[in-house]
C-alpha cells in the first residue's frame, strides 16, 4: 500500500496497476505498517512528513527531485 500525501488521483495515473494507492485523508489508524508514503517536495511537504523514516526512493525528472518515497515500520506514527 502506498499512501499519498497531495493528489492521489495523479499517482494512480502513472502508477503500476498492481498498486494499491490510498489517499491520505482515508489511512485510518486500525490500517497498521508496514507500508510507504508518498511525499511530494512542492510547497517542502516532505520536510513536514514522516521524520525518522527509511528513505527508499525518489521521483525525479531531469534531475530535480520531484516526491519521495519512504517505508513505515511497524509501530512507527505517520498519519
Partial sequence: MIVVIGT???VKDYAR???IIVPRSE???SQHPPYYILS??????D?????GSGMVFTVTRDGGILSY???IDPGQKCY
Avoid: E, V, Y
Avoid at 511530494?40 to 511537504?45: I, L
Avoid at 520536510?47 to 521524520?51: I, V
Fill in 40 to 45: 511530494p517536495t512542492r510547497g517542502n511537504r
Fill in 47 to 51: 520536510l513536514s512528513n514522516c521524520h
Fill in 8 to 10: 492521489a488521483q495523479l
Fill in 69 to 71: 518515497i519512504k517505508k
Fill in 17 to 19: 496497476p498492481d498498486l
Fill in 27 to 29: 489511512m485510518t489508524k
